[in-house]
């Protein structure tokens, strides 16, 4: 059985390119449904009394799920042979409740290619979460690797960095 996701390819990505935004509408079900799926039955996420008691709105996202959409909009932009290497700044800014259409949104800040042939190259991606403009998750750092169209011989690119990703 095939992806529904299209691979994308190291010598296919610049700096500044879009990573196109995914939106999630926060219902009341969808927050149940993800409770029971990450078995986080904290009831501030679930039930509004409670949350409201607790100095919440309402009830709100919790941070695994926040977590997965991220991890889902990164993941339809680089395709099935794409890797998440590593994620920094993912900081919780404000609630993220229900009601509320949650959309994240990226764009490809760096690239690079490992010194080693590893047949992948590197891009470092800027991701947060929005509501209605306003950042509520991030901005924080998502490093993936890619392959190469051609494999490991095929690396020109002339935006590329050629050392190491910074640390």
Do not use: C
Request: net charge neutral; aromatic share 8%.
């Amino acid at each position: 059985m095939g992806s529904l996701v299209e691979q994308r390819y190291w010598e296919d990505v610049r700096r500044g390119d879009t990573v196109d935004a995914v939106d999630f509408p926060m219902s009341l079900y969808r927050l149940i449904v993800i409770a029971a799926g990450d078995r986080d039955f904290t009831p501030i996420h679930h039930n509004p009394q409670t949350a409201r008691r607790h100095g919440a709105p309402d009830v709100f996202v919790n941070n695994t799920a926040l977590f997965a959409m991220w991890e889902r909009t990164v993941r339809e932009y680089i395709g099935p042979a794409g890797v998440i290497v590593h994620v920094r700044g993912f900081r919780m800014g404000t609630f993220n409740l229900v009601g509320e259409t949650i959309t994240v949104r990226g764009d490809v800040v760096r690239k690079w290619r490992d010194p080693k042939p590893t047949g992948k190259g590197h891009i470092e991606l800027r991701v947060q979460t929005e509501v209605a403009g306003e950042v509520r998750v991030g901005p924080g750092s998502v490093i993936v690797s890619l392959p190469y169209r051609g494999g490991p011989a095929d690396q020109s690119d002339e935006q590329a960095e050629v050392l190491s990703p910074r640390t």
